[in-house]
């Protein structure tokens, strides 16, 4: 198994028992890198360490932010320390609301 598929997303319910009519409700990297997100602007993941990934010679690093990307996201938002939840509730409440309410979008790239 690549490293690569050892990150997950642990979702709402993950530690319930299983039943025959759900999935395990843990989103692993390699799911998400065959989701079609070509759609997404921004995927933000700002819990603690969600940047971090496995380093690989020649690959860069292999994490969730990765196959966001490789998912089609076109921007990825993500968080390299530990960071305090009041705190990040306090900044994503203040990003979305300007990146909403004032309508802002991510740059455009530029053109040579």
């Given at each position: 198994?690549?490293?690569?598929?050892?990150?997950?997303?642990?979702?709402?319910?993950?530690?319930?028992?299983?039943?025959?009519?759900?999935?395990?409700?843990?989103?692993t990297?390699?799911?998400?890198?065959?989701?079609?997100?070509?759609?997404?602007?921004?995927?933000?993941?700002?819990?603690?360490?969600?940047?971090?990934?496995?380093?690989?010679?020649?690959?860069?690093?292999?994490?969730?932010?990765?196959?966001l990307?490789?998912?089609?996201?076109?921007?990825?938002?993500?968080?390299?320390?530990?960071?305090?939840?009041?705190?990040?509730?306090?900044?994503?409440?203040?990003?979305?609301?300007?990146?909403?309410?004032?309508?802002?979008?991510?740059?455009?790239?530029?053109?040579?």
């Amino acid at each position: 198994m690549l490293p690569d598929f050892l990150s997950e997303l642990v979702l709402a319910g993950a530690n319930e028992p299983p039943s025959e009519t759900q999935d395990d409700r843990l989103l692993t990297t390699e799911e998400v890198a065959w989701l079609d997100l070509s759609r997404v602007e921004l995927a933000v993941l700002p819990a603690c360490e969600t940047g971090l990934g496995f380093p690989t010679n020649g690959e860069g690093l292999l994490g969730l932010g990765r196959a966001l990307q490789q998912a089609g996201a076109q921007s990825v938002i993500t968080s390299l320390w530990k960071v305090d939840d009041q705190a990040t509730r306090l900044l994503f409440s203040r990003f979305y609301g300007r990146f909403w309410q004032e309508g802002l979008h991510r740059p455009k790239p530029r053109g040579p």
